[in-house]
Each structure stands twice: as structure tokens, then as C-alpha cells.
């Protein structure tokens, strides 16, 4: 076959294949940058016994400056176990290392979210901080007791606008849904000046809109649920606000549970917490470009596990296995600081890497396919990157790989690293006259020649 041949045979296959182009999501990396934690009343940095689910709060002028709005907790005065707690606090800490692995110890004069009123006379739990045109914008779940005895969970607000590291110049807003009974964790996203989305509520995350970011009402729409035989098929709740990537679309982290057989030593406790991601479009924020098949964090030292393996930590855990995440910074491109809780009890801190793959999954249309007799699995078509014959200023970072499977479905695999990313689409076309069969190549033998090189 001649080389012009093999070009048009290339040219074409690229051009019907560019009919449907598959979003190809980052490499995620995740690591401790301690083993041990860096908030812990067991390291004597702290008056209260369990601290965890912190904030990321940015500070005005200072870039650099790391503060955490913590969610913190004591004992009941007649407690009888570990688990006989007192209400949840927010309290302040600054970090003083340039580590981060080191902060301020806390304090009751550092608390800046009380229970002194009455939605949320049982505890202030759980903060996300967004800072907006000067003004922070604290959610947090106001938790309180019904008559009936029931416990109530309302998404509640706080505004601050200068010297918000003090408890009184916060101003309190209340329940944003005081009509739904059971509400928490809100994450704010602000796309633009019409379009701010509020990822709110566990079990499933739902969405609300707003315009002021004082007012919200609920879309009885859903961002994200949960997905059964998965690490996050019984509850999915959000992390902290979704950040923008480098290629302009939103990276939104979120927490979520599984049932677990690992025995430890809560009552009635069989969950454990991961934290999972997604990918939202950067041109419409509820719409999901990719989701973990895994979760990208797990309980595994000790202080996050906290069970019957730990003697230690089995009991100083007041939830064991989790791992819950609600702030963080970008560092830099693609690069993030992530505060993560172990247990309910303790603090840690990790960072986050996304390495990007310039590549495009292509889908190619074989509408004849089924005129050709062959077993299943028996070929796949490797195509070094065909932009880069098309295009010689794209470099080959990978191989497509794209499986037949039968006549009715196509599978699309990227190779990469340590990770293969499958996405089962139906990509079979109607056609009225044309064939195509002409221009399949079929490989049946290949021998790797080198790293990343193969005779085909």
C-alpha cells in the first residue's frame, strides 16, 4: 500500500472519528504530608477533645497566611464513655511553621461560632468558608432538639466582613431552608453574576441557587447521588467549594460512605468514609464531565482508622474509619493543600496533584461492522495518537486503545500509568449508503520493541 494510501486511510479514519470526542479526565495523586496529625488534643494543642472538620479561611491581605475554622468538642460533664459528647463548636487556628504541620493552640476564647441561640443550641458543626468581594460567607450545620426529642440539622449562614478571626463580628443569618427539616453541609460554587450554586445535604447532594448569597431556594434538582456496589453507595455529601482547574472546568471533592465488615469498637458502627471527586463543566457547573470509580483517600493509619487493630487510637476515635475533608487551597496549578479529619477526633493534612494527559479519547464509527465475522475480543486497534500525523506539534503522551467488543458497543480505554480509564459508550451511527468497512485496519500481533514502542 502506498504511503498516500495510508494517509488518506488516516485522514478519514480522524475525521469520522472527530464526530464524538470523550472528556478525559486528570491523573489524581493524593499523599500525607505527615503520618501523624497536626491538630490533636492527644498532642497538646488543643482544650478540646476532638477537633476536625476544618475550613480553609483565606486571609485578605496575607496570601500566605493558613487559618482553620475547626469544629471542636468536649466531653459531657457525666460522660460514661467516649462517645458522650458535649455540643460542637468553631473555633480559630493559625498554622505557625511554614509546613503547615504546626498550629495555634485552641482555645474557648478562639471559638467564633457559640451555641448561644437557639437553632443551633445543640451544636455548630461542620464549617465551609468562601470568601467573596470582601465579604466571608461561613455554612455550617445548626443542630438542635425538637420538643419531641428528635435532633434537628438545619444549613445554617454567617457573613463576616473585617476582624473575623473574633467571635462578635460575625453577623448570623440562620437557617437558609427553614421550611426542611434535615439540611447540612453546604459548599458554595459562584460561576458568575447569575449562575451560584449551593452543593448542599448528605445522603444525596442537592442543588439551590442564589443571587444574593444571602437568600437561597431549593431546584428539587440533585448534583450528585449515590451509586450502589460503589465506595460511596451510602451517602455522598459535599467537601469544600469547587475549585477551577487549568482547563477551565471545576474540580469538586466530596465525602461519602460504604458499609465495612472491619470491627471496631463503636456500637452499632458499620461505615466507613472515603473521599471521592468529579469533575464539573466549566461552562455549566451542573453538569458531571467525570466521577471517581475509587476513592482518591482512605482511612489507613491508625488515628484514622481507630479501630480494634489500634489499641491506642480504638480508644481515643469518637468515629471510626473516616476520612472527611471540607478545606482546602490551591498551591498551584493543579496542586492543592488538602485538611482532612481521622475519627472525628483529629486533624491531618495532605496534598492533592492532578497531572493532565494531552490526549483525546476518540471514538470511531465502524456503521459495518456487522458485515464482518469475527470472535469477540479477537481485535483491537492501536492508534499512536493520529493527531500527531494530522498535527506534528501534538506530542504522543499515550495510546488509545479501542476494543471491539461486538457489532453493538465500543469501548474506550486510555493507558496510562498505573491507571486504565474505561468508559462503555453506544457510539453505533445510522448510515444509508456508506461503508466504511474499507477503512478498518484489523491488528492481530504485536511485539513491544522498546518503553512505549511496539512493532504492530
Given at each position: 500500500m502506498s504511503i498516500s494510501k495510508v494517509f488518506t486511510i488516516l485522514f478519514f479514519v480522524l475525521l469520522w472519528s472527530s464526530y464524538s470526542v470523550s472528556y478525559v479526565p486528570p491523573r489524581f495523586e493524593m499523599k500525607r504530608l505527615s503520618n501523624n496529625p497536626i491538630i490533636s488534643s492527644w498532642d497538646k494543642n488543643s482544650d478540646f477533645l476532638y477537633n476536625y472538620n476544618?475550613?480553609?479561611?483565606?486571609?485578605?491581605?496575607?496570601?500566605?497566611?493558613?487559618?482553620?475554622?475547626?469544629?471542636?468538642?468536649?466531653?459531657?460533664?457525666?460522660?460514661?464513655?467516649?462517645?458522650?459528647?458535649?455540643?460542637?463548636?468553631?473555633?480559630?487556628?493559625?498554622?505557625?511553621?511554614?509546613?503547615?504541620?504546626?498550629?495555634?493552640?485552641?482555645?474557648?476564647?478562639?471559638?467564633?461560632?457559640?451555641?448561644?441561640?437557639d437553632y443551633q443550641s445543640v451544636g455548630?458543626?461542620?464549617?465551609?468558608?468562601?470568601?467573596?468581594?470582601?465579604?466571608?460567607?461561613?455554612?455550617?450545620?445548626?443542630?438542635?432538639?425538637?420538643?419531641?426529642?428528635?435532633?434537628?440539622?438545619?444549613?445554617?449562614?454567617?457573613?463576616?466582613?473585617?476582624?473575623?478571626?473574633?467571635?462578635?463580628?460575625?453577623?448570623?443569618?440562620?437557617?437558609?431552608?427553614?421550611?426542611?427539616?434535615?439540611?447540612?453541609?453546604?459548599?458554595?460554587?459562584?460561576?458568575?453574576?447569575?449562575?451560584?450554586?449551593?452543593?448542599?445535604?448528605d445522603s444525596n447532594i442537592a442543588i439551590a441557587q442564589t443571587t444574593d448569597l444571602i437568600h437561597y431556594s431549593l431546584t428539587n434538582e440533585y448534583l450528585l447521588r449515590t451509586r450502589s456496589d460503589s465506595f460511596d453507595s451510602e451517602l455522598?455529601?459535599?467537601g469544600p467549594e469547587p475549585l477551577k482547574l487549568s482547563d477551565e472546568n471545576y474540580l469538586f471533592l466530596y465525602n461519602s460512605a460504604r458499609r465495612t465488615n472491619i470491627t471496631n469498637p463503636k456500637p452499632d458502627w458499620s461505615l466507613e468514609y472515603n473521599l471521592g471527586w468529579v469533575i464539573l463543566n466549566g461552562q455549566n457547573p451542573t453538569e458531571i464531565l467525570a466521577r471517581s470509580d475509587q476513592p482518591i483517600f482512605s482511612p489507613e493509619l491508625d488515628w484514622e482508622k481507630c479501630d480494634n487493630s489500634s489499641s491506642e487510637w480504638a480508644n481515643r476515635g469518637l468515629t471510626p474509619l473516616v476520612i472527611f475533608v471540607e478545606g482546602w487551597k490551591k498551591t498551584t496549578q493543579d496542586t492543592f493543600l488538602v485538611w482532612y479529619q481521622g475519627c472525628d477526633s483529629t486533624m491531618g493534612l495532605a496534598e492533592l496533584k492532578l497531572t493532565y494527559i494531552r490526549a483525546w479519547l476518540l471514538t470511531i464509527y465502524f456503521p459495518s461492522v456487522d458485515n464482518v465475522?469475527?470472535?469477540?475480543?479477537?481485535?483491537?486497534?492501536?492508534?499512536?495518537?493520529?493527531?500527531?500525523?494530522?498535527?506534528?506539534?501534538?506530542?504522543?503522551?499515550?495510546?488509545?486503545?479501542?476494543?471491539?467488543?461486538?457489532?453493538?458497543?465500543?469501548i474506550e480505554m486510555l493507558a496510562r500509568r498505573d491507571q486504565l480509564i474505561c468508559s462503555p459508550e453506544a457510539v453505533w451511527r445510522k448510515w444509508d449508503n456508506h461503508d466504511l468497512t474499507s477503512l478498518v485496519i484489523f491488528v492481530e500481533g504485536h511485539k513491544k520493541t522498546a518503553e512505549d514502542t511496539f512493532s504492530v
Open positions: 476544618s475550613a480553609f479561611m483565606p486571609m485578605i491581605n496575607d496570601s500566605n497566611a493558613i487559618i482553620l475554622l475547626v469544629r471542636v468538642q468536649n466531653l459531657l460533664d457525666n460522660a460514661e464513655s467516649i462517645y458522650n459528647v458535649g455540643p460542637s463548636k468553631i473555633a480559630v487556628s493559625q498554622s505557625i511553621d511554614n509546613n503547615h504541620l504546626k498550629y495555634s493552640h485552641i482555645k474557648q476564647e478562639n471559638i467564633i461560632i457559640d451555641t448561644d441561640v455548630a458543626e461542620d464549617p465551609r468558608v468562601v470568601l467573596f468581594n470582601g465579604v466571608y460567607y461561613l455554612y455550617y450545620t445548626a443542630v438542635s432538639k425538637e420538643p419531641s426529642g428528635d435532633w434537628r440539622a438545619q444549613l445554617a449562614l454567617a457573613t463576616c466582613e473585617s476582624n473575623c478571626l473574633t467571635k462578635g463580628n460575625w453577623k448570623h443569618h440562620g437557617p437558609l431552608f427553614p421550611e426542611v427539616f434535615w439540611s447540612k453541609s453546604g459548599s458554595l460554587l459562584i460561576h458568575n453574576d447569575t449562575h451560584r450554586y449551593l452543593f448542599f445535604n455522598v455529601e459535599s465475522n469475527r470472535p469477540k475480543n479477537d481485535c483491537i486497534i492501536h492508534m499512536s495518537y493520529l493527531i500527531v500525523v494530522c498535527c506534528p506539534i501534538m506530542f504522543a503522551q499515550c495510546i488509545v486503545h479501542c476494543t471491539i467488543i461486538n457489532s453493538k458497543n465500543l
